[in-house]
């Protein structure tokens, strides 16, 4: 069974602030890893992936994250957040050759103060 | 960036009756897919589809649901008839393959079952 964990239900930090949201995975196969952002009553919007190569991957608004084999992570970070970042960040994972379903983690809600 | 238009945003039906809801996907997408999201926990894979067949359905994908995509037209889900714990947020989503694309979400569909 594949699984995808993000350990941190809520993180509060204040503007500025540096944030890594964590999300860890179980499959030993290939898969695709990627982080959505869900803004209160919208949609999942993407926000980058990683499948193969430099396992620092950047994406929108200056998020980026690292993906590492041997601990089974795919941690988002930010160096420096704004309050429009507040919103709920999805970790997400795509099993390679199937038929292209997502298994979602269950979501870090961020909450950015002023 | 193109979007995935969903319609209605939000609808109220009593228990037993029918409910269809309605995507409309990226024009140039050929993969669509329904996800379910109850309030506050985590989004599930319901069913994908394509080349007018439903590719893989998971076993929240009951009976009672069916999807189609006639000619020219919405990414229908439809349910009949409907329960109480259909109650939630459906996403539709689209790619244009299972390899590399990315997926992009509609911003839902509220359903209340009362």
């Known amino acids: 069974t594949q699984t995808v964990s993000q350990s941190d239900a809520h993180v509060t930090v204040f503007e500025g602030d540096s944030v890594e949201l964590r999300c860890n995975y179980s499959?030993?196969?290939?898969?695709?890893l990627s982080w959505y952002i869900q803004h209160h009553g919208h949609g999942l919007q993407f926000l980058l992936k990683?499948?193969?190569?430099?396992?620092v991957v950047q994406g929108v608004n200056g998020f980026e994250a690292e993906f590492s084999k041997s601990d089974s992570s795919f941690h988002l970070r930010k160096a420096s957040v704004h309050w429009s970042d507040s919103a709920v960040y999805f970790c997400?994972?795509?099993?390679?050759?199937?038929?292209?379903?997502?298994?979602f983690g269950l979501g870090t809600t961020l909450q950015v103060q002023p | 960036g193109p979007k995935v238009l969903q319609i209605p945003s939000h609808q109220i039906i009593d228990m037993g009756q029918m409910v269809t809801l309605n995507c409309d996907p990226v024009?140039?997408?050929?993969?669509f897919y329904w996800y379910k999201q109850i309030l506050g926990q985590q989004m599930e894979f319901l069913v994908n589809?394509?080349?007018?067949?439903?590719?893989?359905k998971s076993k929240l994908f009951k009976d009672q649901f069916s999807v189609e995509r006639p000619d020219g037209s919405y990414f229908t889900l439809k349910i009949q008839p409907t329960a109480l714990e259909d109650s939630a947020v459906y996403f539709c989503?689209?790619?244009?393959?299972?390899?590399?694309?990315?997926?992009?979400f509609g911003s839902g569909t509220r359903l209340l079952v009362i």
């Open positions: 989503a689209s790619s244009r393959d299972t390899a590399n694309s990315d997926y992009t």
């Open positions: 499959y030993g196969g290939s898969i695709y």
């Open positions: 990683y499948y193969s190569g430099n396992p």
């Open positions: 997400a994972v795509r099993i390679t050759g199937n038929t292209g379903k997502l298994i």
């Open positions: 024009s140039n997408h050929l993969y």
């Open positions: 589809f394509y080349n007018g067949k439903v590719m893989e």
